[in-house]
């Protein structure tokens, strides 16, 4: 069972930048594909950005193409999101989640494990 737990979301202006952490624990991070998903109020949970174990490829969404940067780092257990150029669309609650894959999906029901989301507000 693969625990996730998500942290550095909080309240910026906007143009600004956050990076926010995902802690995984009990289970090999290293196998699994991570992404990150967000959710804003009255909207479903949608795709920003996923990350493969096998060879690191990375995906992301058209919204946040060129200002996102998922990252992960094997020996911390740990995954990131860098997010600059920040504008109040990007505010919502984010996700992360894993899934024992060598495809980092983009699909949220394809995701096995998440984590409890971080809050992220963007103000203008």
């Known amino acids: 069972q693969v625990q996730l737990v998500e942290s550095g979301g909080g309240l910026v202006q906007a143009g600004g930048s956050l990076r926010l952490s995902c802690a995984a624990s009990g289970g090999t991070f290293s196998s699994y594909a991570m992404g990150w998903f967000r959710q804003a109020p009255g909207k479903e949970r949608e795709f920003v950005a996923a990350?493969?174990?096998?060879?690191?490829?990375?995906y992301y969404a058209d919204s946040v193409k060129g200002r996102f940067t998922i990252s992960r780092d094997n020996a911390k257990n740990t995954l990131y999101l860098q997010m600059n150029s920040l504008n109040p669309e990007d505010t919502a609650v984010y996700y992360c989640a894993a899934v024992r894959s060598i495809v980092a999906p983009i699909i949220t029901s394809e995701y096995d494990y998440w984590g409890q989301g971080t809050q992220v507000v963007v103000s203008s």
């Open positions: 990350i493969s174990w096998i060879n690191g490829r990375t």
